[in-house]
């Protein structure tokens, strides 16, 4: 059999499978620590933190309205659960790091070279899915709820309520804007062509307002927040889908010309 110089390292010696539960043990540990010590620090300004999530309401609110908690824990809870989603969402990088940590040994060099930049790309996209969630859906959405109700009834939104909202809208854009990744992999992998791909995009468009309406509350307004980006950055991966089928044809043809 002939060296075509792409092994993986681990085939020089394979660990005994308790050698690999021990290090996955010890990956996850780390992980875990890596949460707990950032919800530590973090936990002195949960109320904060609280605070600048409620904000994108709480500044369409009438002067002197103020948020309510209906339960006797919520103003205890709510703050405690969002600075332990917080603490997961910034520990996420070395989360990442540990898990490719573990799995790095035994991959090929070219699956290495690729497998990094997708998982960098992954974590950014994902934080700016929330970003964006934050700073332009948020905004719009709670105008649009506070300003289309009945005049005489005055808005007094519960804290526990209000985090699960934004929580499951935080994900929701968060998951939507890997559409990117998923795509390319898609035609990368061979899975699907670009030309397959494009030829569904009535589909997709249909797709992504039903993803869309299921995510989001239900609403047209919410509903087009999120369907509309998830199709554009459908749109994106295409896009570096055909770039990279074309860059790996012409290194094909490379050879040949010599």
């Known amino acids: 059999m002939s060296d075509t110089g792409d092994t993986p390292p681990s085939s020089q010696g394979h660990a005994p499978l308790i050698e690999h539960l021990v290090e996955l043990r010890s990956r996850l540990m780390r992980a875990v620590i890596a949460i707990l010590v950032i919800f530590l620090a973090l936990y002195a300004f949960s109320n904060d933190i609280y605070q600048f999530v409620a904000d994108p309401l709480m500044e369409l609110l009438p002067e002197g309205s103020q948020m309510i908690a209906t339960e006797v824990a919520s103003p205890f809870l709510a703050?405690?659960?969002?600075?332990?989603?917080?603490?997961?969402?910034?520990?996420?990088?070395?989360?990442?790091?540990?898990?490719?940590?573990?799995?790095?040994?035994?991959?090929?060099?070219?699956?290495k070279a690729l497998a990094l930049p997708l998982l960098a790309s992954s974590v950014l996209l994902f934080y700016l899915g929330a970003a964006f969630a934050y700073y332009v859906v948020f905004p719009l959405l709670f105008a649009f709820f506070t300003q289309t109700g009945p005049e005489n009834v005055q808005v007094m939104t519960d804290i526990n309520q209000y985090l699960n909202f934004v929580l499951k809208l935080f994900f929701a854009f968060g998951i939507a804007f890997e559409i990117p990744i998923a795509t390319f992999l898609l035609i990368l992998t061979g899975a699907a062509s670009v030309k397959s791909l494009s030829a569904k995009r009535p589909y997709v468009i249909l797709g992504c307002f039903v993803i869309g309406m299921l995510m989001t509350p239900p609403d047209v307004v919410s509903q087009s927040l999120l369907a509309v980006p998830m199709y554009l950055l459908y749109e994106v991966g295409l896009l570096f889908g055909r770039l990279v089928k074309r860059r790996s044809s012409d290194d094909e043809e490379a050879p040949d010309e010599a």
């Open 79 to 111: 703050p405690f659960k969002l600075t332990l989603v917080v603490a997961v969402f910034v520990a996420i990088p070395f989360v990442l790091h540990q898990a490719w940590a573990f799995v790095a040994p035994g991959l090929y060099d070219k699956e």
